[in-house]
């Protein structure tokens, strides 16, 4: 249970109001150690250009 009953009065808000906030904004946040969609797309497309440049390099090592 979050409590904001001791914060409210300081900054001239509704104690509840405050949870409100609060709640609103840990909802939004994404659950630690999960990146978000942006990060999760550019790390995906990072590990396929390094798999593609790791294939390439296996191939100019090929004796030829």
């Known amino acids: ?3 904001c009953t001791p914060s ?3 900054v001239d808000v ?3 109001m405050l949870r409100v ?8 946040q994404p659950v630690q150690g999960e990146p978000v969609t942006s990060d999760r797309a ?3 497309r990072l ?5 593609e ?5 296996e191939i100019l090592k090929l004796p030829g």
């Open 1 to 3: 249970m979050l409590t």
């Open 8 to 10: 409210g009065p300081v």
């Open 14 to 16: 509704l104690p509840e």
């Open 21 to 28: 906030w609060i709640v609103e904004v840990l909802e939004q």
């Open 42 to 44: 550019e790390l995906d």
């Open 47 to 51: 590990r396929k250009e390094n798999w």
């Open 53 to 57: 440049l790791k294939q390439a390099n």
